[in-house]
């Protein structure tokens, strides 16, 4: 009976072969003595130079499998005996001892050490003299056998099988696999068999109700890339939790960000939580998704497409365990007469009771800067009316400290948009169009931006309206405008008009309810 301890983690199903251009390189010299040989995967390597070279611009994530295999050549029906034989490295060197009749292994290891070159040396030896197995791999998955390859700024890596582990589970008699969150279908793709061969056993955790589970739903994702007002954003939510109590509050992010604890390296199979009574977990921690796509092909039999609904759900099964196991380090069910909190920081979908919540829930500072640019305008205007003063633009502008320019020109832009769904208050509505076809296109750029989030809804819209048309055209525009359309970027209109011009009735003609 074999016991295998978090094989979530360490039960390997796939090993990956970096190529450099160098590599690549040295694989030509070895193949041009043999021109019968070197003709047949020349094509191969003429095909990779730019892909290697950094001649051809990657993108940011580089190429997945589809992408490679579609830039080189089919190479089916070409035999790679001679070629696997010219490119077998001669690892004589590392047997020191040869010349003399008796192997390096042989030897007593007081003896073996002394015969033996430093490793320093070695391998030297071997980036000078031994050629790196890649070819023959690479010609095997393009000619459909296992395996998948992806280019990245590491190179050309090939992802093929790792079969040890699987053959060891198989051989036993008996498997007992330990993990906390691994799934018995995420398992039964590692050892390739039926997921009804597995049974589960898992241990009854008491609820004590001792942890409360809070999300914060409105920061996005909170992966390695940060726009300024998210970290401004997370610093105001971890100063909150800092001062309501510095010495049992801990953060977990991703290592770059250098907080208590990092993601994989402190969120499994540690108790360096047990005395935090609040973790904050930042960020989604998905692993790097050309790896998770090509263990998804290795244990599937096929390569995924981005929404390939199998492997989202893979790679969603993944991230759940990593924030469960996160969660498992505060050890609540050991800690029954304490009340912990989990804080977690991302808009993954969650399969567990969570309570969700706004940044702005926890404090004014983490509020999105459209929601601050709001409540700005709306304590000016209270401020304004508990002094007995009118509301005007300029006097909301001196008190809230926003440009008088952002609330006048979003405030003309979001009045006129209503006044011109009453078609009582527009006579031109039955007039030609001459440039209809034009509106007609604006129209559906707008629908697709009343998608975006507001940060980028305003701008967009600002441009539109104000660079591209002239306001004697918004009504024709605004009319070929889906209702779902209008209506949302009338609500991202709404942050920046004040609260009493939004109470006013006469501004709501009737036929907007019935729209």
Same mark, same amino acid.
């Given at each position: 009976m074999l016991i295998w301890d978090e094989p979530g983690q360490n039960f390997q199903i796939k090993q990956s072969i970096a190529v450099s251009y160098n590599d690549l390189q040295q694989t030509i010299t070895a193949l041009m003595p043999y021109p019968e040989l070197f003709t047949l995967v020349q094509p191969l390597l003429v095909a990779l130079l730019p892909l290697l070279d950094g001649s051809e611009k990657l993108g940011k994530y580089g190429l997945d499998h589809s992408d490679v295999k579609g830039r080189l050549p089919d190479m089916a029906g070409v035999k790679l005996g001679e070629i696997a034989q010219i490119l077998t490295p001669n690892l004589g060197f590392l047997n020191t001892t040869a010349d003399y009749?008796?192997?390096?292994?042989?030897?007593?290891?007081? &003896?073996? /050490?002394?015969?033996?070159?430093?490793?320093?040396?070695?391998? @030297?030896?071997a980036r000078e003299g031994v050629i790196k197995q890649?070819?023959?791999?690479?010609?095997?998955? &393009? *000619?459909?056998?296992?395996?998948c390859v992806q280019v990245s700024h590491y190179g050309l890596i090939l992802n093929l099988p790792a079969p040890r582990h699987r053959a060891l589970a198989h051989a036993?008699?008996?498997?007992?696999?330990l993990d906390a969150t691994l799934s018995r279908e995420d398992l039964a793709l590692k050892l390739g068999c039926s997921p009804d061969e597995i049974k589960v056993v898992c241990q009854v955790v008491p609820n004590v109700g001792n942890l409360e589970t809070i999300?914060?739903?409105?920061?996005?994702r909170m992966g390695m890339s940060r726009g300024g007002d998210q970290l401004k954003r997370l610093a105001a939510i971890v100063g909150h939790y800092r001062d309501l109590d510095a010495d049992t509050t801990g953060i977990l992010d991703f290592k770059k960000f250098n907080e208590d604890?990092?993601?994989?390296?402190?969120?499994?199979?540690?108790?360096?939580?047990?005395?935090?009574?609040? &973790? +904050?977990?930042?960020?989604?921690p998905c692993r790097n998704l050309f790896d998770l796509a090509a263990e998804f092909a290795l244990v599937c039999g096929y390569y995924p497409l981005e929404d390939d609904p199998q492997f989202q759900e893979f790679v969603r099964r993944t991230v759940l365990a990593e924030i469960h196991q996160a969660i498992g380090r505060l050890r609540a069910h050991r800690r029954p007469g304490e009340s912990l909190r989990v804080v977690?920081?991302?808009?993954?979908?969650?399969?567990?009771?969570?309570?969700?919540?706004?940044?702005?829930d926890l404090c004014v500072e983490a509020a999105h800067k459209t929601e601050r640019v709001k409540m700005a305008? @709306?304590?000016?205007?209270? *401020? &304004? *009316?508990?002094?007995?003063? /009118?509301?005007?633009?300029?006097?909301v502008s001196? +008190?809230?400290?926003?440009?008088?320019?952002?609330?006048?020109?979003?405030?003309r832009l979001f009045i006129s948009l209503l006044e011109g769904m009453n078609s009582e208050m527009n006579n031109s509505r039955n007039k030609p169009d001459p440039d209809h076809e034009s509106h007609q296109a604006i129209a559906g750029i707008l629908d697709e931006l009343a998608d975006l989030p507001i940060d980028q809804l305003l701008p967009n819209l600002s441009e539109v309206f104000f660079d591209w048309l002239k306001p004697k055209e918004w009504t024709a525009v605004w009319d070929g405008v889906s209702a779902a359309g209008q209506m949302a970027i009338l609500e991202g209109l709404a942050l920046v008009v004040p609260v009493k011009m939004l109470e006013k009735g006469s501004l709501y003609p009737s036929p907007i309810n019935s729209r």
């Open positions: 009749g008796v192997d390096l292994a042989d030897l007593p290891k007081q &003896l073996r /050490k002394k015969f033996s070159d430093r490793d320093s040396e070695m391998a @030297e030896q890649w070819l023959i791999p690479l010609i095997r998955i &393009l *000619q459909g056998g296992p395996g036993a008699q008996a498997n007992v696999f999300q914060v739903t409105d920061m996005k604890g990092a993601w994989w390296r402190d969120s499994r199979g540690v108790n360096d939580f047990l005395e935090v009574q609040t &973790l +904050v977990l930042v960020g989604t977690l920081i991302s808009d993954i979908e969650m399969d567990i009771p969570v309570q969700q919540i706004k940044a702005r305008i @709306e304590s000016a205007i209270l *401020q &304004l *009316q508990a002094r007995g003063e /009118k509301v005007t633009q300029q006097l001196a +008190v809230s400290g926003i440009p008088r320019g952002t609330i006048a020109r979003y405030w």
